[in-house]
């Protein structure tokens, strides 16, 4: 290799090496026929023959499949009856894992995705027997995943599992997937920790500070079962959220309509809008009460973004912990009893998980830290 790097340089060496499948002695076959190649590896090894210094001996390697990995190719993948319906990003994801999302979405806007020999925006659903093409797309290093899911080590928080699904209780903290700044969440961690899985999607999505019952689909047509579940509203979802305040009158119904507001600086939030919102539906339970809070169960009806946290601040009673839509005052008195984060959690899911229509009901526990908060306020 030192002959090759001193005759033509070291990137035309290695580049060189690379194309006569170093190391090993360069066999005739893999000298090419013709071109600047040809030319410079005859050249070579004339070199070292003249001068009578080594020649490599062993045999020969071709590049290893790490190394191809690194320069992946043009592929064309046919989807099929299972991946129908599904979005197009979201069958690239799975296609090409550790890729972020906004390269992904950068190449579908470039048009290097194709389907059908045919240009496709990010919301083109897939059908059976499209032919999609992939392009080459630098994946990142494999070691990253397993990292990932060794912080999380999420298989101890698996509530319920079948050959279809799963549901974990996802700890505080913790987004359900990487992106806008984040290196990976609980989808790409539990992908590293079964790499040989063939399918796993998020079915639904929890805010990062939310904890609780959080489902993953393990087939493509469970994933279309639960989707249609909940457009239906027959997905029981129940969270237990501690309140500021006295939640009096027993249970409340809250149905204002909410719209997502966009923020500068990239803040989302999320207000109450009579004439332009779309339709919610929270109801709230108390369960216990204490001096200055109310522990509610919360029964979900539609899953708008922040919907129980405006909700309740909109009757009055924000959530403990909320930095975004909650009291100051409230949060900050919270902290003495030891609150660290919000108290939301997603204590209890109820769905079908068959055509058949066999039910599943599943319960998180409230995280130690939280029950903790809450014996303080009994005995305060």
Same mark, same amino acid.
């Given at each position: 290799?030192?002959?090759?790097?001193?005759?033509?340089?070291? $990137?035309?060496?290695?580049?060189?090496?690379?194309?006569?499948?170093?190391?090993?002695?360069?066999? *005739?076959?893999?000298?090419?026929?013709?071109?600047?190649?040809?030319?410079?590896?005859?050249?070579?090894?004339?070199?070292?023959?003249?001068?009578?210094?080594?020649?490599?001996?062993?045999?020969?390697?071709?590049?290893? &499949?790490?190394?191809?990995?690194? =320069?992946?190719?043009?592929?064309?993948?046919?989807?099929?009856?299972?991946?129908?319906?599904?979005?197009?990003?979201?069958?690239?994801?799975?296609?090409?894992?550790?890729?972020?999302?906004?390269?992904?979405?950068?190449?579908?806007?470039?048009?290097?995705?194709?389907?059908?020999?045919?240009?496709?925006?990010?919301?083109?659903?897939?059908?059976?027997?499209?032919?999609?093409?992939?392009?080459?797309?630098?994946?990142?290093?494999?070691?990253?995943?397993?990292?990932?899911?060794?912080?999380?080590?999420?298989?101890?928080?698996?509530?319920?599992?079948?050959?279809?699904?799963?549901?974990?209780?996802?700890?505080?903290?913790?987004?359900?997937?990487?992106?806008?700044?984040? $290196?990976?969440? @609980?989808?790409?961690?539990?992908?590293?920790?079964?790499?040989?899985?063939?399918?796993?999607?998020?079915?639904?999505?929890?805010?990062?500070?939310? $904890?609780?019952?959080?489902?993953?689909?393990?087939?493509?047509?469970?994933?279309?079962?639960?989707?249609?579940?909940?457009?239906?509203?027959?997905?029981?979802?129940?969270?237990?959220?501690?309140?500021?305040?006295?939640?009096? !009158?027993?249970?409340?119904?809250?149905?204002?309509?909410?719209?997502?507001?966009?923020?500068?600086? !990239?803040?989302?939030?999320? @207000?109450?809008?009579?004439?332009?919102?779309?339709?919610?539906?929270?109801? =709230?339970?108390?369960?216990?009460? =204490?001096?200055?809070?109310?522990?509610?169960?919360?029964?979900?009806?539609?899953?708008?973004?922040? &919907?129980?946290?405006?909700?309740?601040?909109?009757? !009055?009673? *924000?959530?403990?912990?909320?930095?975004?839509?909650?009291? *100051?005052?409230?949060?900050?008195?919270?902290?003495?009893?030891?609150?660290?984060?919000?108290?939301?959690?997603?204590?209890?899911?109820? =769905?079908?998980?068959?055509?058949?229509?066999?039910?599943?009901?599943?319960?998180?526990?409230?995280?130690?830290?939280?029950?903790?908060?809450?014996?303080?306020?009994?005995?305060?």
């Amino acid at each position: 290799m030192l002959i090759i790097m001193q005759v033509i340089g070291y $990137s035309r060496g290695q580049h060189l090496l690379s194309k006569i499948g170093f190391p090993g002695r360069p066999d *005739p076959d893999c000298i090419p026929k013709t071109g600047l190649y040809r030319a410079a590896t005859i050249t070579i090894l004339a070199y070292a023959s003249k001068r009578n210094l080594p020649v490599f001996t062993g045999t020969l390697h071709p590049m290893s &499949q790490s190394t191809a990995k690194s =320069f992946p190719k043009v592929r064309m993948v046919s989807v099929t009856a299972e991946d129908a319906g599904q979005r197009i990003d979201n069958f690239l994801a799975r296609h090409l894992k550790g890729v972020p999302k906004s390269h992904i979405y950068r190449i579908l806007r470039r048009g290097e995705v194709r389907v059908n020999s045919g240009r496709i925006k990010a919301r083109y659903r897939i059908c059976a027997g499209d032919k999609v093409r992939i392009p080459p797309v630098r994946v990142a290093p494999e070691k990253s995943a397993p990292i990932a899911a060794a912080r999380l080590d999420l298989e101890r928080h698996i509530l319920f599992e079948n050959s279809r699904c799963l549901v974990l209780n996802k700890p505080s903290g913790i987004a359900v997937h990487g992106g806008s700044g984040l $290196s990976f969440g @609980v989808i790409e961690a539990l992908r590293a920790s079964r790499p040989d899985a063939p399918y796993l999607e998020l079915a639904h999505r929890l805010d990062r500070e939310t $904890s609780g019952c959080l489902v993953i689909a393990k087939r493509r047509s469970f994933l279309r079962l639960f989707h249609e579940q909940l457009r239906n509203g027959e997905v029981v979802k129940q969270y237990l959220a501690l309140l500021a305040g006295q939640l009096t !009158g027993g249970r409340q119904k809250v149905s204002a309509p909410l719209r997502k507001n966009q923020l500068k600086g !990239g803040e989302r939030l999320v @207000v109450v809008d009579e004439a332009n919102g779309k339709e919610a539906l929270t109801i =709230f339970s108390p369960v216990s009460r =204490f001096a200055t809070a109310t522990l509610a169960e919360v029964d979900l009806k539609t899953g708008r973004t922040h &919907q129980i946290r405006v909700h309740g601040a909109h009757i !009055g009673h *924000p959530l403990a912990g909320d930095e975004e839509y909650g009291d *100051p005052e409230f949060n900050r008195s919270l902290r003495s009893h030891g609150l660290r984060r919000l108290f939301l959690h997603a204590h209890r899911l109820e =769905f079908a998980d068959s055509a058949s229509g066999e039910s599943v009901s599943v319960s998180a526990p409230l995280d130690v830290s939280l029950k903790a908060v809450l014996d303080s306020l009994e005995t305060s």
